[in-house]
């Protein structure tokens, strides 16, 4: 194996991998300056479908253009690309979704998430929690290893909210190359204000700060680790991800889980990615894509910290590293995808 | 093994079996004297989502009773009962329900038909047949053995209709211990008349028989079938699935299928089941649960011919056969969820 990912990974046993996306909309991406998914505004609600449409198809069917940011491709190119290499079984799961994708989905009878400044964040955690504990059941029948990605526009904020209401000094990441750090500081003091909830307050009710201040994402991804006890899983994102390990830590949920992610959000000095799970007690793995040396100016850019992570790519990657892949292999194959989409 | 299944099966040799189960509703199933299925018409709808809430949970969430037909219940409970016993993993797919029930779900993006007496029954069949076959490829990935069942109110009405259009003079099966012929000719009669189409003119285009007489329920098992191309596959069900068999015949999709069913389908006099199967040149499989000798009355009127099967009875009690369970094992099982559920 070359040394792609950080630390070594240990050596793949599982016979039936499978790699899940939870995929949401929430009326918090929308607020200005909070998102960079979607080029324009009006398609940051598409974002999510269409990352699941071009991972499944290679292509979107519900808009002409592909989830960009800037010029540069959504990361569901490098999900794709893992996927394909490894031939491993995926599902997209609707978790609250306005636009759906022409795809097969798992539903987890979830509504969109509101707008987090409202205090009234998530309406049905308990519900959406509940049907991704049974679909967890199901899946550890028929999987052995199981990668678990997100695409949710706006996430970050959540995600930041979530982990200020549970007590965590962490800094969450952003898909622009600047972090808004100033706006979501202030939609997240607001809608925590709005809520009526100080800095640790939730720490022993993290469901709660998911309905607060959270995303349906969140109780989604919980509910599967519980779920899918007994089954190594890897939670396969940046600071979303991050914010969901301390949910699963402070529920008390037990299971083997790891973290996996890009060195775009492990080296994001604006965020706080690698202390934050190693305080929580969990193993982080990093992957390095190498798209620095690629040939499409749009992949470089993400090397100057333009989009990072999304659509489960680091943990997708990981898991083909683990399988035996190559940097260059991989790189190949994304750059491939691209050339066909555009 | 016991001699509770004919012919004798083959030897069980998967690893990873797993049981789906197709929901749908449809307007046709609102015509007066159509279904059996849910005590009062307005029950008609729920009866999908309370049969997979049954299987899922061992009891109803969406309404205090579960789906009965007069005094006996739905034949949920005898595929709750096959799989618990071999603890094999299972997916409800929404393939059009007004009525969601409260558990995960897969989801092939189709609306509820419409009444085939309009003359335009699934709007999208050719969408739900292409999202079926993806999640079909999907599924042979971890799955080397797929058992697939339906519950769709009024769907051996759609069965009929599609069967004519085809141009197989098979006789359906009912729900009702009196199966309502007259009423069921009379409206396949006027559907046919509605699309213009004779006995056997769509025998080379099974999707336009599905789009104008037919349920979703149907593109979805055909696509699922064609995706599973190389896994073994059960269909599991009566006169309906018998349609969906023509249907996969007629579409050249060349897989591993064969139909398991109940004794009360096989045996029904006013249905042509075993026969048309053979003509069709598939095996089929016959399941005998025994309920002649239940405590329970309202299972033993299975034996007057009420309800017959549904949700994939027959195939989940097969599957059950072949990896060893009992007659009475299963009669045991079934008559426990009956006791719990009443």
Redesign the interface.
């Known amino acids: 194996m070359d040394h792609w990912i950080s630390p070594e990974p240990p050596a793949f046993d599982a016979q ?1 991998p ?1 790699f899940l996306c939870v995929l949401s909309n929430t009326d918090t991406a929308k607020i200005p300056g909070i998102s960079a998914a979607g080029r324009l505004p009006a398609l940051i609600d598409y974002t999510p479908a269409g990352d699941a449409e071009l991972v ?1 198809l290679g292509r979107t069917i519900g808009n002409s253009e592909p989830p960009m940011t800037g010029n540069s491709p959504t990361p569901a190119v490098m999900t794709r690309a893992a996927l394909q290499l490894t ?5 997209f799961i ?1 978790c609250g979704l306005r636009i ?1 994708p ?8 979830a509504h969109p998430g509101g707008d987090i400044r409202n205090g009234q964040a998530v309406q049905d955690a308990g ?1 959406i929690y509940e ?2 504990v ?2 967890g059941r ?2 550890r ?3 052995d290893f199981v990668i678990i990605g997100e695409s949710v526009p706006g996430g970050t904020t959540t995600a930041m909210a979530v982990l200020q209401a549970l007590g965590i000094d962490g800094m969450v990441s952003s898909s622009f190359p600047k972090n808004p750090m100033d706006i979501k500081q202030q939609v997240v003091a607001q809608a925590l204000d709005r809520a009526g909830i100080a800095f640790g307050d939730l720490l022993n009710e993290p469901m709660r700060a998911i309905e607060y201040v959270g995303d349906p994402m969140m109780a989604c991804v919980s509910g599967l680790v519980e779920g899918l006890k007994g089954t190594p899983s890897i939670l396969a994102g940046g600071t979303q991800m991050m914010a969901v390990m301390a949910i699963i830590k402070f529920l008390g949920i037990e299971n083997n889980i790891s973290i996996a992610t890009t060195k775009y959000v492990a080296e994001d000095g604006t965020a706080s990615f690698l202390e934050t799970v190693s305080a929580l007690g969990y193993a982080a793995y990093v992957v390095d894509p190498g798209l620095d040396r690629s040939k499409n100016p749009g992949l470089r850019m993400y090397e100057s910290g333009v989009v990072k992570e999304g659509v489960g790519a680091g943990g997708a990657m990981f898991v083909a590293g683990m399988m035996g892949i190559g940097q260059r292999e991989l790189l190949e194959k994304v750059e491939e995808i691209c050339d066909q989409l555009f």
């Open positions: 039936h499978l499944t031939g491993m079984p995926f599902m609707n759906l022409q795809i097969p989905l798992l539903d987890v009878g519900l049907n991704s049974e679909l199901q899946i029948r028929f999987s």
